[in-house]
Structure formats: structure tokens, C-alpha cells
């Protein structure tokens, strides 16, 4: 579940090694568990090992070696001479007796024309420069080909840190990844080439793992625990989110079904009297409750019975937009604010009970200083910043806390691309605040409901279709 940072995993490694086992060691088993891998994934056959002169080729010469003792048709290529390679690396290489050469085109296209396997081990996960142009150039023309490529630990060329790609590198089908995933796995651009992710335990201790630090995840039910109702429960009991209808009525009909649908025992939308009417043809389900004054809304909010609010869906950003999420803040409830509410949140002071729900248009707005950064970056800066939980959206949705511990969701379903999915979120997020999970694990639960149930709608779903799927 932990997701590890590139200092972190060479922190477990150091002290693996100093505590349990020698590097060599270490080394032997990523080799062996890459190696077991592969040989369950494909059928033997010409391979090419491309190796580093790092500890990343190292690995690569071990998978060559064992491969070749499992009958394969092995060789290597390095990335430069032999006697550049690390310690642990060149005691790996002289143990592997088959060829060893130099990159070379001609045996790339040669493997192309047979047919073969690219292993490709020769960065991992510590290069923080643009790849050299010779090797680049090789990356290149192993995209060009039709042969499947396996990267161990990470696409060589992808940023560990941050999922950048630094110049080039190969799209891998599989990434055998040692100990614990790392973040350029799930990050985008890093994401497209990484492929199927496997992760090989190789004899570092759980423990190890906890004593780096690590403060980021994947977006698992690990992170967050659903409320069971009970023969006690009632409507209030499971929990009452206000919704406050802006303008666009469409999106706070989908945030309150969706709300409904999740698991809150009442969902009431504030709206004006100039859009009651469209909230009163809708789903009989919603409580209505109009409000067209300041002194209206405030004591809808006040009431005791609801217990989390949700702000900005359709709405404009205008003083009145800001008057309510003045009001909703100062009672001190949990929210959920997005959309035509977020150009305000900077100005709320009681902001830790909120969850924030910008696509990156709206980061970049909110955060102009922060454009260009890395998403894990500016998802934890923002939240630092904010003093509030900060889910922000994309294809590789990241939810931040305030006191930096973060969450990536990991699931592919590209559709929720499509109108009225984040107002859907949102209302999944106001019933787990209502139902009283912490902000953090409440945005957790509602990103992961919301995925897992687009995920079950299939192609070309629409947001409508996500709520159907909430079950």
C-alpha cells in the first residue's frame, strides 16, 4: 500500500544492508524475482538485458544469468564498458558467461525481425538528469520496434520522484518494481510507460519500510473505514449533507443523488426561488429548501441536523457564492467546496474540516505560482498552504492533507472525463463527511467509490451512470 520516494527506498536498502543482509544479496533476490516473473509472463525466448553501470544493471545481470540457467537465449548490451560498471554490478557481470556487447541497432533490429524479449535495467529509479542522446537514441528505436520491453524497477528515463520523462524512454509492457511501488509508477506521463506493475517482495521487513517515513499510498480501503448501519440508525444518524445549488442546476441534482445513493440518510439542496422549480420536478428523494438571502441559508446551515455541507457545483463566483461558504465554514462543519467556491477558500479562515476538489484549470487559478510543479507536489503544498485536505483531479487524482500525508488513486477509467463526473465526487465526499470520516479519509473513500463505480459503468458511461453504479 505505501508508495515510496527514491531517498526512501535507498534509506530501507541501506539499512537492509546493514541489519539483515549484504548488498549482493539484496541484489540476488530483485535478480531472481524479476527473473521468476518473466518467466511467467512470457515464453522463452531471445532476450537482450539492457544493462547500466549501475545497480540497476546489476539486477539485469542477474536476471540474465538465471534466465540463462533456465534455458533462455540470453544476451547483453551495456550502456558502456565494463569497467565503469558499480562493485556489485561487475561481480554480477562476470558471473553471466553468455555475450556481452556493446548498444548496437543492428542486433536491436535483428531481435525485431526474429522476435524477443527487451529487458530493460539500465537506470532505475535514481536518474534525475535527461537521458545521454546515445542512449536515448536506442530508447527510441526500442519504441519502434514490436518487441515487448520489461523494465526493472521503473522505465529507465522516467523520474521516480515525479513521473517525468527526462528526454525519452521505453514504453515498457510490464515493470517489475523491487520492495514497494515508487511514485513515477503512477504518475502521468511515468504512468504510460510503466505498463502492468508487479511489485517483488526481496527481504526488507515491513518495519524497514515504516521507519523511512512514508507518508503517501495508494487509494486502498486500507486509508479509510465505511460506516455499517445498524438497527439503530435513523436518517440523521446516518448522517445529513446540505447541498447549495448554484446557478447550473444540473450539478447540485447530481451531487445530491449522488450523495443519497453513497450512503447519506438525508440530502437537502438550498437553492433560490428562481431554481425551485427544476429541484422540485426532479428526484422526490431530496429534501428542498430555499433560500435566496444570507439570513436564509444560515439557518439551514445551523441546524443541528446536518452534519456536512457541499458548495460551488454550478455555481458563479460571486459575493454570494462567498457569503455562503463564509457561513458554511464559520459553523465549523465539514464541507466540501469546489468550482465557483474555490476562488474564496483562500479567504476562509476555519478551513481544516474542508475538502477541496479542483481539476487543474482551477489549481492553476487558485495556485498560479505552483504551475509547472509536479502534481504530488503541488497537491501537498496546496494542502500545507490551505490547512485543508485538497483532492485534485486527473487522471492520476492525488488527495493531499494538511499534515502531508497523501494518497494516489490508481485505477485507468479515462471516461470519468465527462460532464458532471466532479460534481458527483463531491456529493460522495458530503456523505462520508456526514458520516463522520475525517476529512482525509472521507475525500479517500468518496475518490475511490467514485472510481471503483465508473469502473463498473464501462465505456462511454455518463455521470449519471456513476451514481446508478454506486452499490
Known amino acids: 500500500m505505501e508508495i515510496l520516494t527514491v531517498d526512501q527506498m535507498y534509506f530501507a536498502d541501506k539499512e537492509c544492508n546493514a541489519k539483515i543482509m549484504p548488498e549482493m544479496q539484496l541484489m540476488e533476490n530483485a535478480g531472481f524475482a524479476a527473473a521468476c516473473q518473466i518467466a511467467r509472463n512470457y515464453h522463452k525466448c531471445p532476450t537482450l538485458v539492457l544493462c547500466g553501470t549501475g545497480n540497476n544493471g546489476g539486477d539485469g545481470f542477474v536476471v540474465a544469468r538465471i534466465l540463462q540457467q533456465w534455458g533462455w537465449s540470453v544476451e547483453v548490451a551495456l550502456t558502456d564498458s565494463e569497467e565503469r560498471l558499480s562493485p556489485a554490478a561487475r561481480i554480477n557481470a562476470e558471473k553471466f558467461h553468455g555475450l556481452k556487447r556493446q548498444l548496437s541497432f543492428k542486433r536491436l533490429k535483428r531481435l525485431n525481425q526474429t522476435g524477443g524479449l527487451i529487458i530493460d535495467a539500465v537506470f532505475g529509479i535514481g536518474l534525475s538528469r535527461p537521458v545521454q542522446t546515445d542512449i536515448a537514441d536506442f530508447f527510441n528505436a526500442v519504441n519502434e520496434t514490436d518487441l515487448p520491453c520489461v523494465a526493472l524497477d521503473i522505465p ?66 486500507e486509508l479509510f473505514s465505511l460506516p455499517q448501519t445498524g438497527p439503530y440508525d435513523h436518517k440523521y444518524s446516518r448522517g445529513a449533507v446540505l447541498i447549495r445549488a448554484g446557478k447550473m442546476t444540473g450539478a447540485a441534482r447530481l451531487a445530491s443523488l449522488a450523495s443519497r445513493r453513497a450512503g447519506a440518510g438525508l440530502t437537502a439542496v438550498s437553492c433560490s426561488t428562481q431554481t425551485y422549480p427544476f429541484f422540485a420536478a426532479d428526484t422526490a428523494g431530496t429534501v428542498l429548501q430555499i433560500a435566496d438571502t444570507k439570513e436564509d441559508f444560515s439557518d439551514q446551515i445551523a441546524s443541528k441536523k446536518i452534519a456536512a455541507a457541499v458548495i460551488g457545483m454550478g455555481a458563479d463566483k460571486e459575493d454570494s457564492t462567498k457569503a455562503f461558504l463564509h457561513l458554511i465554514a464559520n459553523t465549523g462543519k465539514p464541507f466540501v467546496a469546489d468550482a465557483g467556491a474555490l476562488p474564496f477558500i483562500k479567504g476562509i479562515k476555519k478551513r481544516s474540516n474542508a475538502v477541496i476538489t479542483p481539476h487543474n484549470g482551477e489549481f492553476e487559478q487558485l495556485f498560479p505560482e505552483l504551475k509547472g510543479q509536479n502534481r504530488l507536489f503541488q497537491a501537498l503544498t496546496a494542502a500545507k498552504t490551505l490547512g485543508c485536505t485538497v483532492v485534485l483531479k486527473g487522471a492520476d487524482t492525488i488527495i493531499a492533507s494538511p499534515q502531508e500525508k497523501a494518497a494516489i488513486n490508481v485505477t485507468d477509467c479515462f471516461d470519468l472525463a465527462t460532464a458532471g463526473s466532479g460534481d458527483v465526487l463531491d456529493g460522495i465526499i458530503g456523505a462520508m463527511l456526514a458520516k463522520d470520516l475525517p476529512p482525509f479519509e472521507a475525500a479517500c473513500a468518496g475518490v475511490w467509490l467514485h472510481s471503483r463505480a465508473a469502473e463498473k459503468a464501462g465505456k462511454n458511461m455518463i455521470a449519471e451512470d456513476i451514481i446508478a453504479h454506486l452499490k
Do not use: W
Request: hydrophobic fraction near 30%.
Open 156 to 221: 529507465s528515463g522516467i523520474h521516480a520522484d515525479t513521473g517525468e520523462v527526462l528526454e525519452t524512454a521505453p514504453f515498457c509492457d510490464m515493470t517489475i518494481t523491487f520492495c514497494r511501488p515508487k511514485v513515477g509508477h503512477f504518475l502521468y506521463p511515468g504512468k504510460e510507460y510503466t505498463g502492468q506493475l508487479v511489485v517483488c517482495p526481496i527481504g526488507i521487513p515491513d518495519e524497514m519500510i515504516k521507519n523511512t517515513g512514508v507518508s503517501l499510498y495508494e487509494n486502498t480501503p
